[in-house]
């Protein structure tokens, strides 16, 4: 399957740089034994584009620092971050030309299946100007205490583990597609929200603002996680405040481009965001 | 030459722990790290390495540098540093290397106190790698697999045992206070030699002496840079600091703190006036490229890389440090 959406992959990039109507195309290439991101600026250059299970990379992150009219490949967490970023102003549609795909669920160079892809829900791209290859099957969502971690105590006890490793590298909010922020409350200077060489607590509330800006936000790529290099799983937290937003305003992360962000037009007065957003749903 | 079998190496362990702080690598749900070792820790000898470079043991991610008070109209300094003895059980060559390396930073100029103290205070027992990690590189500098000079005891896994070679007097002492090593035969040091010339063969190997970077091909690599900070942070010669004061909440007491930071970051180099001489990411990738394998080397004669494989990794954009190096070599 994959080698068939790689092919088609191949046919279409070609003609559309030689038709010229992108300058460019963002996919995934081969480095050595690494599978990379790359661009293809020419159609005699199209044959080194690759697809299979090792595309984990999200392209939207590389996208939002291109200029030009780009054609991208983008599986479901791929268009799931496009929609988000075109949300929010970030990209500019007519720039770009989709080709959706299939994910086939991303491993790792051991063929071990990464853990954000194991529990993903969106294989299918959500937004695309062409699609190549065929629908596959999505999976139910799992329920909320996958984790199994019980308590608030209990949490608080994993979580502190889990905290204890963090090295505040800051590669979780690097990688990820969603935070484009020019300048970032984490590492604002003045007022200082989270001290630099601080302790523990400044370790927690670092990952707390991290957590409540993704909520509403996350497409669950999975980023975060496999770039933290001592294996912090926190995509649970984003997921975890991904879903009240779901049961408060009725909108999942990067599904519609017409959704309006929940917590950026939050009206206390004006209750309507649920309704409007249940409207467009019904029409 | 010693040896030691594999099942009293705890015991060792258990013996130094009676004078010193004895840290090993420690796998904690898949992420091997170096720990303390408690009773129930088991140390993990067959890893390939570290998820974080030991460097965190001589220069901490954060440390107290001193302490401030004011009183009376006076302003009072503590001294807040502190060191204790330590043993490092387990560190890999390519990471004592790096260690050799940051001695230069050091020791440059303007002395590191702090950092100098601890190396000062610290015994290093090593372990030579026999089964080289997917990513590792060392061969290339010579910063491994085997150790030639750099840590207090050199180990060797030779199956049931541990070749045991002396580095310093430090290391001779540990020998010779304990009932755990016997002679090794010249069939030991054989074996041993073979094993990491074996594992040496199985690695890349890029003469590094011919190195010339291909600076548009790292500009183009480097477009590819997400600049997240992470192999800064993991390298075992990033030594990049920031000074920062924490303030109690009345001003009047605080404690000046250094920690790690990152030429990743674009705040790095942004000067007064908001004038920033690296402000795009790819000169910023540039950078840490010719720091590691060219202003290290014409200033201290030695690579500011040692090939442990890390940045390789944990790349989320998987650019590879050795490709750079054979495409500068070609």
């Known amino acids: 399957m994959s080698a068939e959406i790689q092919d088609a992959l191949r046919s279409e990039a070609r003609k559309l740089l030689e038709e010229g109507k992108v300058d460019k195309i963002l996919g995934y290439c081969m480095s050595g034994d690494r599978v990379v991101p790359c661009m293809v600026y020419a159609a005699d250059e199209v044959d080194k584009l690759i697809y299979n299970n090792r595309c984990k990379i999200n392209l939207a992150r590389y996208l939002r620092e291109c200029d030009g009219r780009v054609g991208v490949v983008a599986k479901g967490c791929d268009s799931r971050a496009i929609v988000e970023l075109l949300k929010a102003k970030q990209l500019d549609r007519s720039d770009l030309f989709i080709w959706g795909v299939s994910c086939p669920g991303m491993v790792d160079s051991e063929g071990r299946q990464y853990r954000s892809c194991s529990v993903c829900t969106h294989r299918n791209p959500v937004v695309y100007d062409g699609f190549l290859g065929k629908l596959v099957e999505e999976k139910p969502r799992l329920k909320d205490d996958e984790l199994g971690l019980g308590s608030r105590d209990e949490r608080m006890s994993y979580w502190s583990k889990q905290f204890s490793r963090c090295i505040s590298c800051m590669a979780c909010r690097n990688v990820c597609p969603m935070c484009y922020c020019k300048e970032c409350v984490l590492e604002k200077k003045d007022p200082e929200w989270v001290a630099r060489g601080g302790d523990i607590s400044d370790i927690f509330v670092y990952h707390a603002i991290k957590a409540m800006h993704m909520a509403g936000r996350c497409v669950e790529c999975g980023e975060c996680e496999r770039a933290c290099p001592v294996d912090i799983p926190l995509m649970h937290l984003y997921s975890r405040v991904c879903r009240d937003v779901e049961q408060l305003f009725g909108v999942e992360a990067g599904m519609d481009e017409n959704d309006k962000p929940p917590l950026s037009v939050f009206d206390l007065e004006a209750d309507a965001i649920l309704e409007e957003n249940e409207k467009n749903k019904k029409s | ?330």
């Open chain 2, 1 to 330: 030459m010693k040896k030691i079998k594999k099942a009293d190496v705890k015991k060792f362990l258990g013996d130094l722990k009676k004078e010193h702080e004895v840290f090993a690598p420690v796998d904690e749900d898949g992420v091997v790290e170096f720990k303390r070792l408690s009773k129930k820790d088991e140390p993990t000898l067959d890893y390939v390495n570290s998820v974080v470079s030991p460097k965190g043991f001589f220069l901490p991610m954060k440390e107290k540098i001193l302490g401030f008070r004011e009183a009376n109209d006076k302003i009072e300094l503590i001294d807040e540093h502190e060191v204790g003895g330590r043993v490092l059980f387990g560190i890999r060559p390519c990471d004592v290397n790096g260690l050799l390396v940051l001695d230069n930073v050091a020791r440059e100029e303007y002395m590191d106190p702090y950092y100098l103290e601890r190396r000062q205070k610290t015994i290093l027992i090593a372990l030579e790698c026999v089964k080289p990690g997917v990513d590792c590189f060392c061969r290339v500098f010579g910063s491994g697999p085997g150790l030639e000079m750099g840590a207090d005891l050199v180990y060797t896994d030779i199956g049931d045992y541990f070749l045991v070679r002396v580095g310093s007097d430090k290391g001779a002492k540990l020998l010779s206070g304990s009932d755990y090593f016997v002679e090794a035969s010249d069939a030991d040091e054989k074996k041993a030699a073979k094993l990491v010339d074996e594992c040496a063969k199985k690695m890349s190997n890029v003469e590094s002496s011919k190195l010339k970077l291909d600076l548009e091909k790292i500009r183009d690599k480097g477009s590819w840079c997400l600049n997240c900070y992470s192999c800064t942070f993991i390298c075992p010669t990033c030594y990049c600091f920031d000074v920062v004061d924490r303030m109690n909440p009345k001003g009047c007491e605080g404690q000046r703190i250094r920690c790690w930071d990152s030429c990743m970051n674009p705040q790095f180099t942004l000067m007064a006036g908001n004038f920033n001489p690296r402000n795009k990411k790819v000169d910023r990738f540039v950078n840490r490229i010719r720091h590691k394998l060219e202003y290290m080397r014409d200033r201290y004669g030695v690579f500011g890389c040692v090939g442990c494989g890390r940045c390789v990794r944990e790349c989320p954009s998987h650019i590879s440090m050795l490709e750079i190096i054979q495409e500068g070599v070609r």
